[in-house]
């Protein structure tokens, strides 16, 4: 997996007072010892399909969980409902305590702790890096531009391209572009990150250097949930695997276990055929 080492040793705090106090009035379901994300019996329809059958995940603070599945399986539906891009019908999600609804001060609060990085890099294209990345600071979390170019210049030295920051995206590489993505959203300090498929759309040289830098993330304590393929970065970096297959949930076990003895028919099939390429 190259050379993991840190542009800058740094340590990171994710975990800032600041979640808490952002919480202020928002009814806290959960105490410390709860689970950092809790699906349970989480159902969603597209019209009369349904996309998610019954789910029951739960990530603890700090672990790494590394979903995998077919195509249509429902993976990206279910991380999608974990910051409500998607509605789930049935069901409950629990995130950092506060439980997704309606609510919007509860959904503000719930997306100012979770980042989202997807395959496509969703930057804005008029603007230069540095802008892309200082946005959410300053409107979000109404910090001052010096205060936000710093933070900004910090993230993109642990993503190891602050010499792009002038830059549009246009110019920049697909890896560059997607550690950018991932830059802006530690910008605004998440306390847990999610991640769908963000090496996919990449060119095999430049999948390296972005799943360093996730690698790195995971390293320091972040709470993760990536949906990836790149099985080599599950066995570096999971705790837990999921297999997901036709909306459900189907296994889920350490990548010890996952790789060398699934236990169910449906996994064994789908393993076969991803490692074989
Ligand atoms: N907006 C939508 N409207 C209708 N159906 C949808 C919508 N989004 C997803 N679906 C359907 O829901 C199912 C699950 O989709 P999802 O995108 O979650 O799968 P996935 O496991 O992420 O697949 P992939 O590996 O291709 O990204 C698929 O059958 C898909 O066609
Ligand atoms: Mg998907």
């Not at 928002?26 to 969603?44: R, T």
């Not at 297959?245 to 189907?250: H, M, T």
């Amino acid at each position: 997996m190259g050379n993991l080492a840190l542009a800058s040793k740094a340590p990171l705090r994710f975990h800032s007072a600041a979640g808490q106090q952002r919480r202020a009035g928002v009814q806290v379901v959960s105490d410390d010892a709860a689970p950092m994300i809790s699906l349970s019996g989480v159902c969603k329809w597209y019209g009369t399909f349904q996309a998610l059958r019954d789910i029951d995940l739960e990530v603890a603070t700090g672990e790494r969980v590394v979903v995998c599945g077919p195509s249509g399986s429902g993976k990206s539906t279910m991380i999608r409902c974990v910051n409500r891009l998607e509605r789930h019908e049935r069901g409950r999600i629990v995130v950092d305590g506060i439980e997704l609804s309606d609510d919007a001060r509860a959904l503000r609060d719930i997306r100012a702790e979770v980042g989202m990085v997807f395959q496509g890099f969703n930057l804005f294209p008029h603007m230069s890096v540095l802008q892309n990345l200082t946005l959410g600071p300053m409107r979000v979390r109404g910090l001052a531009r010096a205060e936000a170019e710093s933070l900004a210049m910090h993230y993109l030295e642990r993503v190891r391209i602050p010499e792009q920051a002038g830059k549009r995206p246009a110019q920049l590489s697909g890896g560059q572009q997607q550690r950018v993505a991932i830059a802006r959203s530690l910008c605004m300090k998440p306390r847990i990150m999610l991640f769908d498929e963000p090496t996919s759309a990449l060119d095999p040289e430049m999948i390296a250097e972005v799943l360093e830098v996730m690698v790195e993330l995971a390293e320091e304590g972040m709470t993760m949930v990536c949906v990836t393929h790149e099985m080599g970065f599950a066995r570096t970096v999971a705790d837990r695997m999921v297999f997901m297959d036709a909306g459900e949930i189907v296994e889920v076990a350490p990548p010890s276990e996952f790789f060398r003895e699934p236990r169910e028919e449906r996994t064994r099939l789908f393993l076969a055929q991803i490692l074989r390429h």
